[in-house]
């Protein structure tokens, strides 16, 4: 019988000769995040001008995306499921698509043979004396896609965390193995707007958010501000897409103890990770941590077993009846709806659930003009991520807009109050134009 040893030397080559697997009209999967595999996809690039129409399935990415360049047209085409900001570009200008999914359903895509995959594309710590591999920062979405793809190509890295739960691959599912030994990259979450306006807004979220609730996280610098407004609360706990290195803090405090969670108690429950080396550090083998696929910690079945589950979540402008929009700028596509949608839906069928949509109440140009986020109409061809029958709390700097079981009339004063004091006369006038108010 062969030795994990043997069966892993038998597979070692280098990101050239693996990445010859691919054929010309083959889907691709790449797993994103801070865990894209870099000397494959390097690899892949210089391989291009060989390949005619390879499609390359993927979520959000954070690196450089030279796999996008106008120079790529006709030998790889991005689908993503998530527009980042390295191919928003490419998106827009038509050099790339875009699959409106739900988070929860992305990996199901491949599973369910919706979108086949010919290869996948995909980034492991070192194997344990088992043979098994963990996907380390990025489990959520690539675990059940790789599980689904004819051929695997792994880069294996010295420096990936070895994170735990639903989380490895064994090494022997591996078609091709790349050793590699560079650091995963860092992700720190940036603002959005002044501090002082996040800062605020954090305020008023950390005032919903009871004893004993289960957090869920998302991306952008709201959520990860509203950990620093929670150092009086007790018992928390985590369930979340994705978290940060401020869990880390809280943790140390003895606020998140994740020990009143009904679903997973004890546990942080997690798709995947972005943050800094001190983040990754502390993941690393840390049986505290459970990771596992999205098409579980995104189920809003799953999550609505959390009692007290708290949803943060934002959005590009939100409409005076409730209506989110968070994936458009009027028609021009901007992102998607990654979890928005699955955690909003399960903490409002949790006990004692907090769905909140938090937002600054201005976006400022690079011209210097302020445009309102709250609005009498979202614009023409704005994307719904949202509905106004899902919406409940609505956060800006300037207060909490409750809008569960209320009326237009009452929804639409709720949300001038938390508009800017700049914008509100003109959104009264709105309102009363469209009989709102």
């Known amino acids: ?70 120079e790529m047209e006709g030998h790889l085409r991005v689908n993503s499921m998530f527009i980042s900001a390295n191919i928003r570009k490419a998106v827009q200008e038509g050099r790339a698509d875009f699959t409106p999914v739900l988070l929860s359903e992305f990996p ?34 690539t675990k059940t896609a790789a599980e689904s793809a004819r051929v695997i190509i792994a880069e294996v890295n010295e420096q990936m965390p070895r994170t735990l739960g639903d989380s490895f691959i064994h090494v022997s599912k591996l078609t091709h193995i790349v050793p590699v030994n560079y650091p995963i990259p860092e992700h720190k979450m940036t603002a959005e707007g002044s501090s002082e306006v996040v800062e605020k807004i954090a305020g008023h979220v950390a005032s919903l958010i009871p004893d004993g609730a289960t957090m869920q996280l998302g991306i952008g610098s ?25 869990v880390i803090d809280l943790f140390n405090a003895g606020v998140i103890t994740n020990g009143r969670k009904s679903l997973h108690p ?29 098409e579980y910690v995104n189920d809003p079945f799953v999550i609505a077993q959390n009692d ?27 992102s998607g709806v990654g979890g928005q949608l699955d955690f909003v ?15 600054p109440s201005v976006a400022t140009l690079r011209d210097g003009m302020r445009l309102s986020k709250v609005v009498g109409m979202l614009k023409q061809g704005a994307g719904v991520i949202t509905s106004r029958n899902h919406v409940r709390y609505v956060v800006t700097e300037h207060g909490v807009a409750d809008l569960y079981g209320k009326t237009i009339r009452q929804r639409a004063q709720s949300l001038i109050n938390v508009a800017d004091p700049q914008f509100r006369e003109e959104l009264t006038r709105q309102a009363r134009e469209l009989h709102y108010i």
């Open 108 to 141: 199901l895509l491949f599973k369910h043979g919706v979108l086949p995959l010919d290869v996948a594309m995909i980034h492991v710590s070192v194997p344990d004396e088992h043979g098994f591999c963990s996907l380390g920062v990025e489990v959520g979405l």
């Open 308 to 334: 007290r589950m708290v949803a943060v979540n934002s959005a590009i402008e939100v409409d005076l009846t409730g209506q989110v929009c968070g994936d458009s700028i009027g028609p021009k596509l901007y």
């Open 222 to 246: 709201i959520p990860d501000a509203v950990l620093k407004f929670l150092s009086d609360k007790k018992d928390l706990g985590i369930h979340t897409e994705l978290f940060s290195d401020g």
């Open 1 to 70: 019988m062969a030795t994990v040893t043997s069966i892993y030397q038998s597979r070692v080559t280098t990101a050239q000769e693996a990445i010859r697997t691919v054929k010309s009209g083959n889907r691709v999967f790449l797993t994103g995040n801070v865990s894209v595999p870099q000397k494959l996809l390097a690899a892949l690039v210089d391989y291009a001008p060989q390949l005619k129409d390879v499609e390359i399935c993927q979520a959000l990415t954070v690196g450089s995306a030279d796999y996008v360049g106008p």
């Open 266 to 294: 004890g546990k942080i429950v997690a798709g995947f990770i972005l943050g800094t080396k001190r983040l990754y550090d502390w993941v690393h083998d840390n049986p505290m941590i459970e990771m596992h696929p999205t």
């Open 345 to 359: 839906y399960g903490s409002s069928r949790s006990k004692g659930g907090v769905p909140i949509i938090a937002l």
